[in-house]
């Protein structure tokens, strides 16, 4: 195997063996980004795909291995643009928390960023200013959105491990579309500071690896509590890795009904009824229950995701930082600016999100929506007084055609119904490959659990994959 | 018909911290523009605000000074609209679970007080400054992100005068509390007016007129007072009043439309997801409560009741913190069991000296003790008043002692029997009219002999023993 293909702990193994160099790691990397990105479009290129930088050569623990960084996450010198053209350009003098921590622990920084929907704004990875990622697994079909990039980055070995973030799955959703592991922690978990916002008290940062383990790696490193975020959480940070033990006898596993309904794609419901079962024969405890209010989490979710946007959004005026259209007057440089930089996703937005704030609409739309957001939380709550973690799948469907659902929002929408729930409710969720459609397409186990409860999803994620080969699994890229 | 007039005034002030109320910035004023900024202020993509510790601090201070209520679950909002001082276009401010509430504070207009209502008192951030050049318009966001607390005033304020003892007060007792610079002029506090009349014994209010763009008290009451004159014009002839915010120009002493409110902004005010909803624990505003200093109205109380001072000299005396301590501290040098003369030099020529040179009277280069000591020759009746306003005068200017200066002045009253009784009777023996006069029962005509010997003593004779002993000498005679 080449060095691309092995995960971050193998390769961490060689290098301390001294068998290989990370810089042959970032070389590897680039040779498989020369070769393939033309058709994988997984990072945006601008113009300098010529690698520039220095290896780490860190003696700290990740060595200077490479990790992929969305376009969303503020990287000190690097263009941070949220694939969308009024960022064009956009360099932040400054590095996102999880950067530094990186940095702390010996990562190299890849210097292409990874592709994504403008803004996080989409499914499908379709509504980049910079073009749409395709599926390594099928080049036809997107890769999944918002982290499209980065899922499709590790699936194809252009990435050893990326980190990507999940609004309302969209690192769950592109990870279990590319076959590969991705995690929303916990909200408060990792710190926001430097990700660039979409709506705040639902954004969170995680990683999406080739195996649970570098997931619980990756995990350990960019949590913790920052005092630059006061949403962060102050409260230890375990070793994750002690959770990979391979032993899931007598947990206790929810299935929620409302996650197995008609609508759903009948071949992935097979996938994960099978996983559920494989989970059953390891020794967990599998017992349905019912999350009531399910049905309200995508509208309550478009609610709050929009209205939180619209005001995110509202800084990105042309007068500091990005694009600016000419103009003579504020007005109209306010208007021409924001006509010009924003793709249609981000103005459909901006929009409903504008309406549902504004007088009159706040009370029937914004405060009601939160309201339903604490009794979606408490349908959670109350399955974790009894279950150790829900398995449901990630997706309804597996990985949709490149254009399918653009000309239709609402459906678009509703691939991620099964992942706004988590972020609602601001628990940790993760995907991970349990099988394939007829066609080849990968299909994702979503294993849930409580608040600040990650190490139960490393459990149940690793057995499971220490018993599947799903994981091991690559795409073949035709070139 | 008359009409009454209904005034509330909406303070902003900034607060004095050390850093900014979201980020770590250093307040430093004067500064080259743009050098005080961090990506947090300059609200790039990315960043988080966490609010200031000390900013909160000081407003709950302000809050309780004002007798507000401190509000047990508090939150920031987002107040949404687009302008380019504003660089994430929203500003964090304080909507519906303000910091505090229902406080209140005392006016003395006419020396009657009056309660006037706080409605309430948040926190929010500043914005950055505009600089308007001919082809194009600057942003300076030095200023933004600077604690500002916004003090709510109910409608009770009932002339342009009560607005203006309103201001002041207001001004002294954030002056007591050390928590800003209050200086209009320098933009820390800034003003805005509501002002309406309605008929006299109407409980309903009219239409009302938001004044802006007042940069002194004066120029507050000056607005409010055209304004008033403006509406009951408009009354009186029977004409309908628009809700409309109106700039005062103080060059030419009148108020101007600048937008109709009928088209009310919407700022989609909603909690910012970015700071989280925070209790304010009891035990914490207890223990702020516990550290405040004393303010105006309970140090005219105390010194009405310990140096036995009547109303109207205790509020002048404590009216500036500075100048209270001042004042303090000679009435406790001044060992006469009564204070009141030198409370009246103290908020008589001093005061007047001060003013002349445009300061507080402790900021005048004047020794406390050497004040009493002047205090004292007057007392002694050694100099006459007039004498020693202008021995203060030159003391101030010098920095010489009373003593000193009375002495190169030769300035002590001629109070020597002999050489009184010498001047006496030379003035007796040039004004045989007036002796007569005050023999026949004129009593003005020992005055006027008074007057003489004053005169003829360069105005050194004690006239209250030269009176004395003219009396004496004419009904022996």
């Given at each position: 195997m080449e060095l691309n293909q092995l995960t971050a702990h193998q390769l961490l193994d060689k290098i301390k063996d001294g068998s290989i160099t990370s810089q042959a790691i970032f070389d590897s990397l680039y040779q498989r980004v020369n070769k393939i990105d033309d058709k994988v479009n997984a990072y945006v290129r601008?113009?300098?795909?010529?690698r520039t930088g220095k290896e780490s050569g860190s003696k700290s623990e990740l060595l200077g291995l490479p990790v992929t960084i969305k376009d969303n996450i503020c990287t000190e010198g690097l263009n941070t643009e949220c694939c969308s053209k009024i960022l064009q350009g956009f360099r932040p003098p400054y590095d996102a928390t999880v950067i530094n921590n990186l940095k702390r622990s010996g990562a190299g920084i890849f210097e292409l960023k990874a592709n994504m929907d403008e803004f996080a704004f989409g499914s499908s990875t379709e509504n980049s200013y910079f073009g749409s990622t395709h599926n390594p697994w099928n080049l036809d079909c997107v890769p999944g959105g918002s982290s499209g990039g980065s899922a499709a980055a590790v699936a194809a070995d252009e990435a050893i491990w990326a980190l990507g973030s999940d609004t309302g799955g969209s690192i769950r959703q592109p990870a279990s579309f590319c076959g590969v592991v991705g995690l929303k922690p916990t909200y408060g978990r990792v710190s926001r500071f430097g990700l660039i916002a979409f709506a705040s008290s639902l954004d969170q940062i995680g990683p999406i690896t080739k195996d649970v383990e570098d997931a619980a790696i990756l995990t350990r490193i960019i949590a913790g509590y920052d005092p630059?975020?006061?949403?962060?959480?102050n409260q230890s940070v375990p070793d994750y890795t002690k959770s990979l033990t391979n032993d899931i006898k007598g947990l206790k596993i929810a299935i929620p009904k409302?996650?197995?309904?008609?609508?759903?794609d009948p071949e992935v419901k097979a996938v994960v009824d099978e996983a559920v079962n494989k989970l059953k024969g390891l020794g967990a405890v599998i017992k349905q229950v019912t999350l009531?209010?399910?049905?309200?989490a995508v509208p309550v979710y478009y609610i709050i995701a929009t209205a939180e946007a619209s005001s995110n959004l509202a800084r990105f005026d042309g007068v500091q930082y990005g694009y600016r259209a000419k103009s003579d007057n504020l007005i109209e440089m306010y208007k021409k600016t924001r006509a010009e930089g924003f793709g249609e996703e981000a103005k459909r937005r901006i929009m409903l999100g504008t309406f549902a704030l504004s007088h009159g609409y706040y009370d029937a739309y914004y405060l009601r929506a939160l309201k339903v957001r604490t009794l979606i939380k408490q349908d959670f709550d109350k399955v974790f007084s009894e279950f150790d973690c829900i398995v449901a799948p990630t997706s309804p469907s597996a990985a949709f055609k490149i254009g399918e659902r653009t000309s239709d929002p609402l459906k678009m929408y509703l691939s991620d119904i099964y992942t706004i729930s988590v972020n609602l409710a601001g628990i940790p969720a993760m995907s991970i490959p349990c099988g394939f459609t007829k066609n080849k397409l990968p299909v994702g186990l979503q294993i849930m659990a409580g608040a600040f409860n990650e190490e139960t999803i490393f459990k149940v994620g690793h057995t499971y994959e220490q018993n599947t080969d799903w994981h091991k699994l690559k795409p073949v890229i035709r070139l | 018909m008359r009409y009454q007039t209904v005034i509330g005034l909406e303070v902003h002030l900034q607060l004095s911290t050390r850093t900014k109320a979201f980020c770590g910035c250093a307040i430093d004023f004067?500064?080259?523009?743009?050098?005080?900024?961090c990506p947090i202020c300059l609200g790039l993509p990315g960043t988080l605000p966490v609010y200031n510790k000390e900013a909160l601090n000081s407003a709950i201070k302000v809050a309780l000074a004002f007798n507000c209520q401190i509000q047990e679950h508090t939150k920031f909002d987002r107040k949404n609209y687009f302008y380019p001082d504003l660089p994430k276009n929203y500003q964090i401010s304080q909507f519906d679970l303000p910091l505090s509430r229902n406080g209140h504070m005392y006016i003395y207009t006419e020396n009657k007080p009056k309660r006037i209502g706080i409605t309430r008192i948040h926190l929010e951030e500043d914005a950055g400054k505009l600089v308007h050049e001919e082809a194009n318009s600057l942003v300076d966001f030095?200023?933004?992100?600077i604690p500002l607390i916004e003090i709510v005033s109910e409608p009770d304020l009932n002339s342009p005068q009560e607005a203006f003892d309103y201001l002041t007060g207001l001004k002294s007792i954030i002056e007591y509390l050390d928590v800003s610079d209050c200086d209009m002029e320098k933009g820390s506090l800034r003003c805005d007016a509501n002002i309406s009349l309605r008929p006299e014994g109407s409980s309903q209010l009219g239409v009302k007129t938001e004044l802006k763009n007042m940069n002194s008290f004066k120029g507050v009451k000056d607005a409010l007072q055209f304004e008033v004159e403006r509406q009951a014009e408009l009354l009186l002839s029977n004409q309908q009043l628009v809700q409309e915010t109106r700039l005062w120009d103080a060059e030419k002493g009148r108020t101007v439309s600048m937008r109709s409110k009928e088209g009310a902004k919407d700022y989609r005010y909603f909690p910012d997801p970015d700071l989280t909803l925070f209790n304010i624990n009891k035990a914490f505003v207890e223990e702020i409560r516990g550290r405040l200093p004393e303010l105006p109205l309970d140090k005219m109380h105390r010194f009405m009741k310990d140096y036995s001072l009547s109303e109207y000299d205790a509020k002048i005396l404590v009216s500036s913190k500075k100048d209270s301590q001042f004042a303090e501290e000679c009435i406790k040098i001044y060992s006469e069991k009564d204070k009141k003369p030198l409370v009246n030099w103290l908020i008589g020529p001093l005061l007047q000296e001060a003013k002349v040179r445009k300061a507080g009277i402790s900021e005048l280069n004047i020794e406390k003790k050497e004040l009493v000591n002047l205090v004292g020759f007057v007392q002694r009746q050694e100099i006459s008043g007039l004498s020693a306003k202008t021995v203060l005068s030159q003391m101030i200017d010098t920095g010489k002692s009373a003593e000193l200066l009375i002495k190169e002045g030769n300035l002590l009253q001629v109070s020597d029997l002999d050489d009184l009784n010498k001047i006496i009777e030379s003035v007796i023996a040039l004004n045989a009219k007036s002796v007569d006069d005050f023999k026949a029962g004129k009593s003005n005509a020992l005055m006027f002999l008074v007057g003489q010997v004053m005169k003829k003593s360069s105005g050194k004779a004690n006239p209250k023993i030269a009176g004395d002993l003219l009396r004496r000498r004419l009904s022996n005679a």
């Open positions: 601008r113009g300098n795909l010529e630059n975020d006061s949403t962060s959480v409302e996650y197995f309904v008609e609508g759903m009531a209010h399910t049905e309200y | 004067g500064q080259a523009p743009n050098s005080c900024v030095n200023r933004t992100g």
